[in-house]
C-alpha cells in the first residue's frame, strides 16, 4: 500500500528547503570539479511522475558546464543499427562532470518494451545484460545513482488532465503520453521485470513516490546528496577589483539614435 504523502508543502516552506539544498549542490558542483570525479545520475519513471520539475530542481542554480542533461530524441538510422548502448554511453561524463539522463538506456525495459519498438528477445537481451554494463561503469570510477518516480493513477490523471486544459503545458502531452496512460499495468509490469533484473549492490534502484511534486523533489534531491561523499571546497573570498578610468569617455552618450527594445514594463 502507498505510503500517505501528507499535506502539499506550502510554498514559502518548500522554497526555503529547496534553497539549503540547492546550497548543497552548489558544494557537489565544487567537489566534482575538484577532485575530477564521474557521476550519472539515472531518472525514470512513468509518464508525468514529475521528472522534469525535479530536474529543473536541481540545475537551476548550478553551472551547466558540470550539470549536464542528457534527453536523446528517436534514434536515427544509423544509431538504431549500433550497438544499443552506443548512443548513450557516447554521452557519460568526462572527470568534473554530472550527467543526468532524462530516460536513459531504461527506454528498452520500458517503452520500447511496452509498446513494440524492440523485439521481445532485444529487451530480454537488455535485462540480462544492462547488470553487467553498469558494473563495468561503476568498476572504472563513475558513480551511477539510479531514481524511479513512482506517480498513483489518479494523480497521473490529474495531471494529463490540466496538460490537456492548459495552453502553456499541452506540448507536453504527446500521443505516447496517451499510450501509456491506457497501457498503465502492462507498463507496471514491465517496470517489475525492470526492478527485478537490474536492482543490484554495484547499481540499485531507488523508488520516489511523487504524488507530492515538491515533496518529491526534496526526498529526491536529499537521497542522491546522501550517496556522495562529497566535502565542502574552501575556496578565497573573490574581491572586486577597482574599476579603471584609462580611456574614460561618455559611453552612454554613444547609443543615442540607436535601437531599444521598448519599455512596457
Same mark, same amino acid.
Given at each position: 500500500?502507498?505510503?500517505?504523502?501528507?499535506?502539499?508543502?506550502?510554498?514559502?516552506?518548500?522554497?526555503?528547503?529547496?534553497?539549503?539544498?540547492?546550497?548543497?549542490?552548489?558544494?557537489?558542483?565544487?567537489?566534482?570539479?575538484?577532485?575530477?570525479?564521474?557521476?550519472?545520475?539515472?531518472?525514470?519513471?512513468?509518464?508525468?511522475?514529475?521528472?522534469?520539475?525535479?530536474?529543473?530542481?536541481?540545475?537551476?542554480?548550478?553551472?551547466?558546464?558540470?550539470?549536464?542533461?542528457?534527453?536523446?530524441?528517436?534514434?536515427?538510422?544509423?544509431?538504431?543499427?549500433?550497438?544499443?548502448?552506443?548512443?548513450?554511453?557516447?554521452?557519460?561524463?568526462?572527470?568534473?562532470?554530472?550527467?543526468?539522463?532524462?530516460?536513459?538506456?531504461?527506454?528498452?525495459?520500458?517503452?520500447?518494451?511496452?509498446?513494440?519498438?524492440?523485439?521481445?528477445?532485444?529487451?530480454?537481451?537488455?535485462?540480462?545484460?544492462?547488470?553487467?554494463?553498469?558494473?563495468?561503469? /561503476?568498476?572504472?570510477?563513475? @558513480?551511477?545513482? +539510479?531514481?524511479?518516480?513512482?506517480?498513483?493513477?489518479?494523480?497521473?490523471? $490529474? *495531471? =494529463?488532465?490540466?496538460?490537456?486544459?492548459?495552453?502553456?503545458?499541452?506540448?507536453?502531452?504527446?500521443?505516447?503520453?496517451?499510450?501509456?496512460?491506457?497501457?498503465?499495468?502492462?507498463?507496471?509490469?514491465?517496470?517489475?521485470?525492470?526492478?527485478?533484473?537490474?536492482?543490484?549492490?554495484?547499481?540499485?534502484?531507488?523508488?520516489?513516490?511523487?504524488?507530492?511534486?515538491?515533496?518529491?523533489?526534496?526526498?529526491?534531491?536529499?537521497?542522491?546528496?546522501?550517496?556522495?561523499?562529497?566535502?565542502?571546497?574552501?575556496?578565497?573570498? /573573490?574581491?572586486?577589483?577597482? @574599476?579603471?578610468? +584609462?580611456?574614460?569617455?561618455?559611453?552612454?552618450?554613444?547609443?543615442?539614435? $540607436? *535601437? =531599444?527594445?521598448?519599455?512596457?514594463?
Amino acid at each position: 500500500m502507498a505510503k500517505d504523502v501528507g499535506e502539499k508543502l506550502k510554498r514559502k516552506q518548500y522554497e526555503k528547503e529547496l534553497g539549503k539544498l540547492q546550497v548543497e549542490l552548489c558544494h557537489l558542483q565544487d567537489w566534482v570539479k575538484a577532485t575530477g570525479e564521474r557521476i550519472v545520475i539515472v531518472l525514470e519513471g512513468r509518464d508525468a511522475a514529475g521528472k522534469g520539475g525535479l530536474i529543473k530542481a536541481m540545475t537551476e542554480r548550478v553551472s551547466p558546464r558540470v550539470f549536464r542533461v542528457v534527453a536523446l530524441p528517436a534514434p536515427t538510422d544509423r544509431q538504431k543499427s549500433q550497438m544499443y548502448m552506443q548512443r548513450y554511453i557516447e554521452q557519460l561524463p568526462a572527470g568534473g562532470e554530472i550527467v543526468i539522463f532524462d530516460r536513459s538506456w531504461y527506454n528498452r525495459a520500458g517503452v520500447e518494451y511496452v509498446m513494440g519498438f524492440c523485439t521481445p528477445e532485444q529487451h530480454e537481451r537488455f535485462l540480462e545484460l544492462c547488470p553487467s554494463v553498469e558494473r563495468y561503469i /561503476v568498476g572504472g570510477g563513475t @558513480r551511477l545513482l +539510479k531514481i524511479w518516480l513512482e506517480v498513483g493513477q489518479k494523480e497521473q490523471e $490529474r *495531471r =494529463f488532465m490540466a496538460r490537456i486544459d492548459d495552453p502553456v503545458r499541452q506540448w507536453k502531452l504527446s500521443p505516447m503520453d496517451l499510450e501509456s496512460f491506457k497501457r498503465w499495468y502492462e507498463y507496471s509490469k514491465a517496470r517489475d521485470m525492470m526492478l527485478e533484473r537490474t536492482d543490484t549492490d554495484d547499481a540499485p534502484w531507488y523508488i520516489v513516490r511523487t504524488d507530492n511534486k515538491r515533496r518529491a523533489r526534496l526526498n529526491a534531491i536529499t537521497h542522491l546528496l546522501s550517496q556522495i561523499p562529497y566535502k565542502r571546497i574552501d575556496k578565497a573570498k /573573490v574581491k572586486l577589483p577597482s @574599476r579603471s578610468d +584609462k580611456r574614460h569617455y561618455d559611453d552612454q552618450a554613444t547609443l543615442e539614435g $540607436r *535601437r =531599444f527594445v521598448a519599455e512596457q514594463y
